[in-house]
């Protein structure tokens, strides 16, 4: 099974940023689609940011839940296997477990976490008021 691996949480004030970085371990796969999700303790997992790629590799569609939009964005690196996600002008309420999907085997919103066959262990992001 193929793990993908998260970095680049940590903690920080309001309004402060981060960025993440998503990959998978000790492989050069590369999904045409990727999401993240974040769970806060007692919560359900979300999606919050999505991307698809067409045929060639290259960013096709962008998803973002209203609670981020504006303030996070979801990219690819120039390698395509690594997915980043910037996250700028961080709220307390941002504070939860990151983790990274990639992988559609559910034809389901890019939101649904069933739609993702792979995911990362979790980074931690945590935002002092």
């Known amino acids: 099974q193929l793990q993908l691996v998260e970095s680049g949480g940590g903690s920080v004030q309001a309004g402060g940023s981060l960025r993440l970085s998503c990959s998978p371990s000790g492989s050069t796969y590369s999904s045409d689609c990727w999401a993240w999700f974040r769970q806060a303790p007692g919560n359900e997992r979300e999606g919050f940011a999505g991307l698809y790629t067409g045929a060639s590799g290259r960013t096709r569609y962008i998803y973002y839940a209203d609670s981020v939009k504006g303030r996070f964005t979801i990219s690819q690196g120039n390698a395509k296997n690594t997915v980043y996600l910037q996250m700028n002008s961080l709220k307390p309420e941002d504070t939860a477990m990151y983790y990274c999907?990639?992988?559609?085997?559910?034809?389901?919103?890019?939101?649904?976490?069933?739609?993702?066959?792979?995911w990362g262990q979790g980074t931690q992001v945590t935002v002092s008021s």
């Open positions: 999907a990639a992988d559609c085997g559910y034809a389901g919103s890019w939101y649904d976490k069933r739609k993702y066959n792979y």
